[in-house]
């Protein structure tokens, strides 16, 4: 959690593709029901998709941890 799954704007659309829309749904759902409000700049894809990034390992690692 200290350092960015991608670095740059041109990485980030590339990642994001046809899938944006999918991974900003994700992320105001789980920013609305963790926070109350949405904090993620969604016009930054370098922002949206190391947030995607967070929740996804967030929900690994829940996963991980509620099977052992």
């Known amino acids: 959690n200290e350092d960015y799954y991608i670095i740059g704007r041109h990485q980030a659309k590339e990642w994001l593709a046809d899938e944006v829309f999918n991974v900003i749904e994700t992320i105001k759902e789980y920013e609305q029901s963790n926070f ?33």
């Not at 016009?43 to 949206?48: G, H, K, L, M």
């Open 36 to 68: 109350g409000e949405i904090y993620t700049d969604f016009s930054d894809p370098e922002r949206v998709v190391n947030m995607y990034a967070y929740i996804v390992g967030e929900e690994l690692v829940a996963d991980y941890l509620n099977e052992s």
